[in-house]
């Protein structure tokens, strides 16, 4: 099984930060890879796949990169809109989500 | 408009039963892959179970393989997941996905259904 990990678990920023989000494989998974975004109460948004693609609709602030095994989800200017807990999630070989980042006020 | 919507969630002692099932709209269904994710509260997202379009191909996570049956009815526009022999562990938040044709990542959700388990 292809385990998924995330760092950090969490994040504490400002609005206006540059903030990155790093996910890690435990085995490549060459670019099958996609990040959510997840609010209290909500389902998951999907916000990039094939580890770099934008979804439409999705602010262009919001940035993937990566292959093989290391990935980095990145918000250039973070949002009020942006506190949320972001999830990595490979899809190479089954299913499997990284444990979540919470991004919070600092 | 893309809509899934799920049902069929509720209370069930450890050991019962329970089907989920989640009504599509806004999209060819009968074209598109299926999934089961859950999510236990204050706890991440687990992959539970994926159906092809065709329901020709069938997986199951290690944790519900031999108790959790998916199935689709694409007349119906409707997803099924069948839960028996229900553990404390299974109580969780169950959203259905559809997975991206041509990929495998899951472009749309339903705002999900509670199970809990619990005597």
């Known amino acids: 099984d292809i385990q998924m990990t995330q760092s950090p678990s969490t994040l504490s920023a400002s609005v206006g930060d540059r903030v990155t989000i790093t996910c890690r494989a435990s085995?490549?998974?060459?670019?099958?890879l996609a990040w959510y975004q997840q609010k209290p109460g909500k389902a998951p948004k999907l916000l990039i796949y094939?580890?770099?693609s934008l979804e439409s609709g999705v602010p262009s602030r919001f940035s993937g990169s990566g292959s093989g095994t290391e990935f980095t989800l990145t918000i250039s200017s973070l949002q009020p809109d942006d506190f949320a807990t972001y999830y990595c999630?490979?899809?190479?070989?089954?299913?499997?989500f990284g444990q979540g980042t919470k991004v919070e006020i600092k | 408009e893309v809509q899934l919507v799920e049902s069929g969630g509720g209370l069930v002692q450890p050991g019962g039963s329970l089907r989920l099932s989640c009504a599509a709209s806004?999209?060819?269904?009968?074209?598109?892959?299926m999934n089961w994710v859950r999510q236990a509260p204050g706890k991440g997202l687990e992959w539970v179970s994926y159906?092809?379009?065709?329901?020709?191909?069938?997986y199951y996570a290690d944790s519900v393989k031999g108790r959790f049956t998916i199935s689709r009815d694409n007349a119906k526009n409707s997803l099924y997941l069948q839960m028996n022999r229900l553990r404390d562990e299974d109580t969780a938040v169950y959203y259905c996905?559809?997975?991206?044709?041509?990929?495998?990542?899951?472009?749309?959700w339903g705002q999900g259904t509670l199970v809990t388990v619990s005597s």
């Open positions: 085995q490549s998974i060459s670019s099958w």
């Open positions: 159906i092809s379009s065709s329901s020709t191909t069938i």
């Open positions: 999630q490979q899809y190479n070989d089954y299913w499997t």
């Open positions: 996905a559809r997975g991206m044709t041509g990929m495998n990542y899951f472009d749309y």
């Open positions: 094939k580890a770099s």
């Open positions: 806004g999209f060819t269904f009968s074209t598109d892959r």
